[in-house]
């Protein structure tokens, strides 16, 4: 699929220039039309797990309905208090669920985002491409490789410390206590391990040079400018809707 | 990174992977506190969210491991899915940069208490600034945003310094950090 | 390869690790190097390598040459491909997610370009029979299938010389022999000399060419082959940590053997008359752990298991195949989903009287001291003092738990959860990457208590510490019983299918009557 295939630097930073552009604005049709886009984009050009997806996808619209309901309860005193919408049995001011509104659907515009990048790209060939394209250093990249493969041990371990501590017979002291108690032998053991990882890497000959040749050789092709191209052509799009309609504005710090 | 030992690497690494999911689970507490106290709910924790900069900067004790520390953990955050995604790449860059500034302005070579605090701090006031602008306290009261700003503050100086430093020398008990210059410069104290 | 006065002493230890070692490593030859843990064996594979003095926190005296030239003035880029490496812990050698991409890491680090690449390292995984998990993730392999991973890592780097640092220190017994017996066939197939490091002789004994043996102080005390050297020092390898070939054990407890003693099995059932006896005192008494129709999460379900009071019981099973589960279940750690478990004590003070000792010591050490951590368990000083003095480690009361050797550490878990006097005892595989000292010290503490009324069930995959030791086992298999009894039972049935090795003795006895095999 596409957008699988698709260079995962290009990728990034083109999200990265949209969450930005976005980051700008402050509207509340802008943002929610670009969820759409976006959900729409990665339905039809990732190939993924949909079910997963979902799975994501609730949480995070769950978060951005609670947002919607905490700004319009917690909001500023409006500027006009007179102009009201009914919300259900709710009287609240027009304003403040404008705000609220925009707010909750920049949320959902910056999570979706995110999904396409996730769900589409694959963590080695993204740190492949940051070497590759963008000049990472070798030593940083797979340094990093090296302490994510550690996230599924550690889960793990955490569950054997929770466990032994109890039999221990622990819970009659304070949190902080607690949580001591279990950071120091997660993270000893976890240092020690890192510690061995990268002597293992350095006896297979890795001294973190930028000489090194690569099994998997990530470039940048024409059809790759598609997205960027494509995703930025939307998005002017989109503003030149918001001038038509004349509901464009710049984001002026809105809370 | 080329005076960088590769161990250091993994090791900053792990410690980010860790701390980014501390993090995640950290967000949970601060909606609770934010619900009783109003936006002002995360500025008594904000601290913890520094943490991995100070812990990877005092056990490794060169430039830019406060910064990359911070940095990778938000990476990491986003990868195992954040709401906030990529703002929050930008968020932790920028609380990176603010702790990493504060050991560079002592040359990189003070790692006592005090300098950890500061940097804690330093992390509370570039994320504020940063803060201010991406998420709007210009709409809150003026008095409010003080008040918010101090709150950070300290919970830069004492969640992120203080707590940061002694969980790392509780681990330097372990004999783990043998190999790290907080390690080597315990050895030493006890050599003498 | 050429080792000249090695000697090495690390910053932050008072003695020195290695002392005036020399040796040399021909070609093609496979040489094992034998020292007890923490004696500085794997100190020894960083100065091969060329790891050590670049990253040594101490100082190095003499020199490590290959083909004479300086180990330490070569690049590390030169020595990886001179030299390869496979590590003790499965979990930690590697930095990739797939196999495929592990195996490539080498070789994009030494330069081979991309399009030679694929072919190599097809070739190293169809050498060490993965070739059909290429694309597979390393997280999804056994630890058997890691090692072997790691070995065709370094293949494909083609180095002459390959260091092995106790590489099935972390597998079964089943694994070792396969990945051994794949060691075996690619030395007669390869042109490759092979220095292992390990504590424990036995697996290795038919492909050794030639044995160092490693004392604690830190210098060689036998340099030559096998036989001759276990002939020397039978008496003083125990000391040393060095686990004795299972048939010298067997024929120094019988008393009568003098050297030249017996290596194998073959070996030892030549020169016996009579078969060699199982302990005796198997009977088990009234039920303990009463536990019908257990269910947990989609794990396993409707099993049904006995702890008789006052019993060692062993449980035993490939990886993977439910024992933690179970033992966990049994102890009240994790609750059981359904059925009917019965124990003797009330919940709330069920830890009062049963404790459980976790594969991992790290992870139930709670505070900075040996001392503190006694204390937190609620014992009173006098308590604490017999505590330390009864496994030994009465001098390092105020060390951190964590500087401990891997055998205290040990020994000081299993104290904590005696403070209480505890009548039930689980241990969860406690002689796994021990040494020899340290596994029969441990075991005869077990023996104490069990002789004093303890109840004791332990995890394991050693099946002669099952003889020796258990007067009951139980063997898990695909998430069931497979079976439960007495040891001397379990050695009629189908060990292979249980992927359970025999024990050393009842290999033994079958031997003696030739190859047929005789029930007891």
């Known amino acids: 699929m596409y957008l699988n295939n698709l260079n995962p630097s290009v990728k990034a930073l083109t999200i990265l220039g949209l969450v930005v552009a976005l980051a700008l604005l402050f509207d509340p049709v802008t943002p929610a039309l670009f969820t759409l886009v976006t959900i729409a984009v990665t339905f039809l050009f990732g190939d993924f797990r949909r079910k997963y997806y979902l799975f994501y996808l609730i949480p995070f619209t769950i978060f951005a309905v609670g947002m919607l309901w905490t700004t319009i309860a917690f909001a500023d005193a409006p500027k006009n208090p007179s102009e009201t919408v009914g919300l259900i049995w709710w009287e609240v001011p027009r304003e403040d669920v404008l705000v609220a509104v925009s707010l909750s659907f920049r949320v959902l515009a910056f999570a979706t985002m995110s999904l396409l990048f996730i769900f589409t790209t694959n963590m080695v060939e993204f740190l492949l491409s940051l070497m590759q394209q963008l000049r990472l250093p070798p030593k940083l990249a797979y340094g990093i490789m090296a302490g994510y493969r550690f996230l599924p041990m550690l889960t793990t371990e955490f569950r054997q410390i929770r466990a032994a501590h109890r039999v221990r017979g622990m819970g009659q002291e304070s949190r902080w206590k607690r949580y001591r108690r279990f950071a120091v032998p997660l993270l000893a053991g976890a240092i020690r391990k890192a510690e061995r990882t990268a002597v293992a890497m350095e006896s297979k000959g890795f001294t973190g040079t930028r000489e090194r040749t690569f099994y998997r050789n990530i470039r940048v092709r024409k059809k790759d400018w598609l997205f960027p191209a494509g995703m930025g052509a939307i998005f002017l799009l989109l503003i030149l809707l918001s001038l038509r309609f004349d509901y464009f504005s710049w984001y002026q710090g809105q809370l | 990174m080329k005076n960088w030992k590769l161990k250091e690497i993994v090791v900053m690494s792990v410690l980010s992977v860790v701390f980014a999911v501390v993090y995640l689970a950290f967000l949970p507490v601060g909606k609770v506190l934010t619900g009783f106290f109003g936006p002002i709910g995360y500025d008594f924790i904000f601290g913890i969210w520094f943490i991995v900069s100070i812990i990877a900067a005092y056990i490794i004790r060169k430039p830019g491991a406060a910064f990359l520390s911070e940095t990778i953990a938000a990476t990491v955050e986003v990868l195992l899915g954040n709401a906030a995604g990529p703002m929050l790449l930008i968020s932790g860059m920028i609380q990176g940069l603010g702790a990493e500034s504060a050991f560079a302005m002592t040359g990189y070579r003070r790692y006592n208490l005090g300098t950890l605090m500061f940097s804690g701090m330093m992390a509370a006031v570039f994320s504020f600034v940063w803060g201010y602008f991406q998420s709007g306290y210009a709409a809150l009261a003026g008095g409010y945003v003080l008040l918010m700003f101090v709150t950070r503050l300290i919970s830069g100086a004492i969640l992120a310094g203080v707590a940061g430093k002694a969980l790392s020398d509780a681990l330097a008990k372990t004999g783990v950090l043998s190999g790290f210059a907080l390690g080597k410069e315990k050895r030493k104290k006890h050599a003498a | ?520």
């Open chain 3, 1 to 520: 390869m050429n080792i000249q006065n090695l000697s090495l002493q690390y910053d932050d230890m008072d003695a020195p690790v290695l002392q005036n070692v020399t040796f040399s490593l021909g070609e093609k030859e496979c040489v094992l190097l034998l020292g007890a843990s923490g004696s500085g064996k794997s100190t020894l594979s960083r100065c091969l390598t060329g790891i050590y003095p670049k990253e040594l926190e101490g100082m190095m005296e003499g020199e490590v040459t290959f083909e004479g030239m300086p180990v330490n003035e070569a690049s590390p880029g030169t020595m990886s491909r001179r030299v390869g490496t496979v590590f003790q812990d499965p979990e930690t050698q590697f930095c990739m997610l797939t196999v495929e991409d592990e195996v490539a890491f080498g070789l994009e680090n030494i330069c081979v370009p991309s399009e030679k690449m694929e072919k190599r390292v097809e070739t190293a995984l169809e050498e060490v029979g993965l070739l059909h998990r290429k694309k597979a993730a390393v997280i999804s392999l056994s630890g058997g299938e890691k090692q072997k991973l790691a070995l065709a890592c370094i293949l494909a780097m083609e180095p002459p010389v390959i260091v092995l640092d106790e590489p099935t220190a972390n597998l079964d017994p089943v694994a070792t022999d396969e990945f051994i017996a794949l060691l075996s066939s690619l030395k007669e197939l390869k042109n490759i000399t092979i220095f292992v490091i390990e504590h424990d002789l036995d697996p290795w004994i038919d492909i050794t060419d030639r044995v160092l043996m490693l004392g604690r102080n830190g210098s060689l005390f036998y340099d030559g082959p096998l036989q001759q050297g276990v002939d020397r020092y039978a008496r003083d390898l125990y000391e040393e940590g060095i686990a004795v070939p299972g048939a010298v054990r067997m024929a120094m407890e019988t008393g009568t053997a003098t050297p030249p003693y017996p290596l194998t099995a073959r070996g030892l059932a030549a020169g016996l008359s009579a078969p060699l006896k199982a302990v005796s005192g198997r009977e088990n008494g009234p039920a303990l752990i009463q536990a019908s129709g257990i269910s947990y999460k989609s794990i396993f379900s409707n099993v049904d298991i006995t702890i008789s009071e006052g019993s060692f019981t062993a449980i035993a099973g490939p990886n993977g195949s439910g024992k933690t589960t179970l033992s966990r279940l049994l102890a009240g750690i994790d609750p059981v989903s359904s059925g009917r478990l019965t124990r003797p004590f009330p919940d709330k003070d069920w830890f009062q009287h049963a404790g459980y000792v976790f594969q991992n010591p790290e992870h139930q050490f709670l505070t900075d001291s040996v001392w503190e951590e006694l204390a937190y368990s609620g014992a009173g000083d006098e308590k604490i003092e017999e505590l330390l003095e009864w496994c030994g480690l009465t001098d390092r009361k105020d060390f951190h738990p964590f500087t401990l050797s891997q055998g205290e550490k040990r020994r000081l878990s299993v104290a904590t959860m005696l403070v209480k006097d505890q009548e039930i005892l689980f241990l969860d595989e406690p002689t796994f990457g021990q040494d020899a000292k340290s596994t029969s010290r441990l075991m005869d503490l077990l023996k104490e208590k069990h002789r004093a009324g303890t109840t004791i069930v332990m995890i394991t995959h050693d099946m002669d510490l099952v003889d020796r030791y258990a007067t009951g086992v139980v063997v898990m298999k695909d998430r069931k019983i497979g079976f439960t009894g007495n040891p001397d039972e379990l050695w009629n049935e189908d060990l292979v299918a249980f992927q359970l090795k025999e024990p050393f003795r009842v290999r033994t006895n079958r031997l003696i009557k030739g190859d047929m095999y005789v029930p007891q």
